[in-house]
Nanobody, 121 residues
Framework: QVQLVESGGGLVQPGGSLRLSCAAS????????MGWYRQAPGKQRELVAT???????VYSDSVKGRFIISGDNAKNTVYLQMNSLKPEDTAVYSC???????????????WGQGTQVTVSS
């Protein structure tokens, strides 16, 4: 089994900061990519940011310059530092990992349960 456990969500005022963490555990051979997605009420889930095992990053235009994704390969953990938060950043943030459980297995995507981020005064 593989589990992705997120933490760090909560309520923050506009302009504030939050740091999300996501740790993958279980039988894991390698992780290719980890990332964060978010879904606001009434909207489709959208990409926030991803990071590869070699450190290459991708950001959505809406968070570029405000959010920073980083990873710790040794801990199978990814972080999302969110700065200058806006009310429109309010959403459930979910962690995703593309990983192999064995050396012979195909990469498969796994999801965390999600953590609520609310930006409001």
């Amino acid at each position: 089994q593989v589990q992705l456990v997120e933490s760090g969500g909560g309520l923050v005022q506009p302009g504030g900061s939050l740091r999300l963490s996501c740790a993958a555990s279980g039988t894991i051979f390698s992780i290719s990519v980890m990332g964060w997605y978010r879904q606001a009420p009434g909207k489709q889930r959208e990409l926030v940011a991803t990071i590869t095992s070699s450190g290459s990053t991708v950001y959505s235009d809406s968070v570029k310059g405000r959010f920073i994704i980083s990873g710790d390969n040794a801990k199978n953990t990814v972080y999302l530092q969110m700065n200058s938060l806006k009310p429109e950043d309010t959403a459930v943030y979910s962690c995703n990992a593309l990983l192999q459980r064995t050396s012979l297995g195909f990469p498969r995507a796994y999801w965390g349960q999600g953590t609520q981020v609310t930006v409001s005064s």
